[in-house]
DNA sequence: AGACTTTATATTGGATACAATCTTTAATCA
DNA sequence: TGATTAAAGATTGTATCCAATATAAAGTCT
């Protein structure tokens, strides 16, 4: 297993590079549900010891990214149905009220922010940069609302999300559908109309939800 | 400072035994803002090396219940009014929505068990004690409806407010209303209406952060 | 005296070493 | 052979030691 650090400045401590290019790492998917992280081999990969790589691994465990089981280890943790179910309904609603709270204060800055965001989304040709694309997008509408509690939950939800939508992507027409919607949520904001702001996005989170959910169905009834 | 051990239990490893009890200490607001985490001193504490000590703090820090800086250590976070206000948004969204949730799959046992949290609450005298029987009530509300990341979610932002309740309660009539308040929503529990438990939880919930900035603006403006 | 430099101390970040526990393999017995 | 037990190896949990950095105190120069 080969880890990348995520950044090598050196403000920033072994224990947060770790943390930072483990969380890089479960997010997209490079680490499979249910990978066991090996403390020695991940702080062999680092060229440090154990020592910051535990510290790293005990802040994933408080995110929900790992489960940890005292003398056995800590593995990425899988997600349940019921699980995916709820998260996506929890982002549903704490992103269309993050929204809601965010359009009042959006500026023209802002706002070309937001666009720019959308058109690396829709040009975005490589599946695996689609998260990223499509987290910097939605975070650009949110970012006004001066929210960084929100901000915090939204993120926590999408990290424990990511990397089960990236698969899925590739073979609906997931992309298409999702660039359309992002352009009406983006216009809503542009007209100062919260509430339609709010409403789309909710929809556009429970729609992305439906999707996954029937994707998922149909691949376990092919089984 | 005498931190006390909130479960010796052999099955539990120093390292969550510290995580536990410090968080619990931070809650309780036995430390208070900004105040500092030595390591040693901590270790010795609790008669363990600084290792686990660290550990527990990497986790605080992730749920935003500490403030670490290399080389010069970690702080008990405060919040700012605005977060105040932002936190008790966010808790006033999900909690109401956990509630909705929750109300069709309450049982009879789940009710009961509810009312005598309520009672419990209601019966309180120890104003120390109020956070978490607060917490405890409203818990075993939202329990039924099977969604451990809506609790999750809901105890992280509980976690960053109570050591800031507990002030408040002791010079208003704080207690005398949230247990009115809390009857009116277990009674709209147990006569089924979801709609009317959510928007009694949302109403509560804003109540609540509009009785502690005045408590705060006031004595604010005293000084 | 006051400002700057230097040294000493305190504190955190990390590495190595050891102990506790789990897992796997080998050995033993029916 | 198959099951059971015992030993070896692997892996995590913790303690101790050293390094890097920050803070505080003492010293020096003008």
Redesign the interface.
């Known amino acids: 297993m080969n880890f990348r650090a995520v950044d090598v400045a050196q403000?920033k401590?072994a224990?947060e590079i770790v943390f930072d290019s483990l969380r890089q790492a479960i997010i997209m998917g490079e680490l499979e549900d249910g990978a066991p992280l090996r403390q020695e081999e991940i702080a062999k990969a680092f060229n440090t010891s154990r020592?910051p790589v535990?510290?790293?691994i005990?802040?994933l465990?408080?995110?929900?990214l790992v489960e940890t089981r005292?003398y056995k280890g800590a593995v990425v943790a899988a997600i349940t149905n019921?699980?995916f179910d709820?998260?996506f309904?929890?982002r549903a609603?704490?992103e269309s009220?993050a929204i809601r709270?965010a359009v009042p204060m959006m500026t023209r800055a802002s706002l070309v922010l937001a666009r720019s965001c959308h058109e690396d989304f829709a040009k975005a040709t490589a599946p695996e940069a689609w998260p990223d694309l499509n987290r910097k997008f939605h975070c650009s509408l949110y970012g006004a609302a001066?929210?960084?509690?929100?901000l915090?939950?939204i993120n926590g939800?999408l990290d424990r999300l990511d990397r089960y939508l990236r698969v899925q992507l590739c073979l609906t027409d997931g992309m298409e559908r999702a660039t359309r919607e992002h352009e009406a949520i983006l216009s809503a904001c542009e007209s100062g109309d919260a509430e339609r702001a709010a409403s789309l996005t909710y929809d556009h989170v429970q729609g992305v939800k439906a999707s996954v959910l029937d994707y998922l169905k149909t691949k376990r009834d092919q089984a």
């Open positions: 403000t401590s224990t020592i535990r510290e790293a005990a802040r465990e408080q995110l929900g005292r019921d699980e709820e998260i309904d929890l609603l704490v009220d709270r001066q929210a960084p509690n929100y915090k939950v939800l």
